[in-house]
């Protein structure tokens, strides 16, 4: 809900704006650029498990890294980045203390096209693929937990495939133009369309990741 509230707060606060910066879009001349910088997400994506259905929640996480922003047109834009991601998911037990946590990091590479209007302050809309690398996983189990029992799920105790992973992110935003430096604020959903499992080598039908991110972007124009 929270994610989804501050989505809804996003888009509602960058409409309101929107008539007065298409109007003082008009009053200047467009001029192309280049900014670098730096961004951080706050994450709640996890893994959705279809045939079997297991119930999961979303590990929080984060994403940070480079970014590289290019708008060569007055309305559509280039956005890049590069990260270091961390998600994974959470199981949650009646008869045992504490959960049990899968967390997985990845190099993440996302190219995004980027909508914008306005000038000093705008309104935008990001969409692109990902693709994440993985590096390396935990695995936490609660006391109690046996790994290796027939009522087991068949990923405990296993290591993970090393999948390279793909899909969709997107989301609006708004942002601000101080001088040379450009803050943006965004919400983001990521939908994952290979999963953490394959399907033809394990029970898992579908392992997608998908959730939401919250988190912005400190841009330096050259």
């Not at 297991?54 to 890049?80: N, W």
């Not at 936490?140 to 087991?152: C, E, I, K, R, V």
Request: glycine share 10%; no cysteine.
């Amino acid at each position: 809900m929270t994610f989804r509230l501050l989505l809804s707060l996003i888009f509602l606060f960058g409409s309101s704006t929107l008539l007065s910066a298409q109007k003082d879009s008009t009053a200047k001349v467009f001029e192309p650029f280049l900014e670098i910088g730096v961004h951080y997400h706050y994450t709640q994506v996890g893994v959705t498990f279809q045939t079997p259905t297991y119930e999961t929640d979303p590990l929080t996480g984060f994403v940070v890294g480079l970014s590289l922003r290019q708008q060569a047109e007055k309305i559509f834009g280039f956005q890049l980045e590069l990260s270091y991601a961390r998600r994974g998911w959470v199981e949650s037990f009646d008869t045992l203390v504490g959960n049990y946590e899968r967390e997985l990091q990845y190099i993440q590479i996302t190219p995004m096209t980027q909508i914008s209007i306005g000038n000093s302050f705008y309104f935008f809309l990001n969409v692109g693929p990902y693709f994440a690398i993985p590096l390396s996983e935990t695995e936490n189990a609660p006391t109690g937990l046996s790994l290796t029992d027939d009522n087991a799920r068949f990923y405990y105790g296993q290591e993970l495939p090393r999948r390279l992973q793909y899909g969709l992110v997107g989301g609006p935003g708004i942002g601000l133009q101080l001088g040379s430096l450009s803050i943006q604020i965004e919400g983001r959903y990521l939908q994952g369309f290979n999963g953490v499992f394959p399907s033809d080598l394990l029970t898992a039908n579908s392992s997608f990741p998908n959730g939401f991110t919250v988190g912005g972007n400190l841009f330096y124009r050259f």
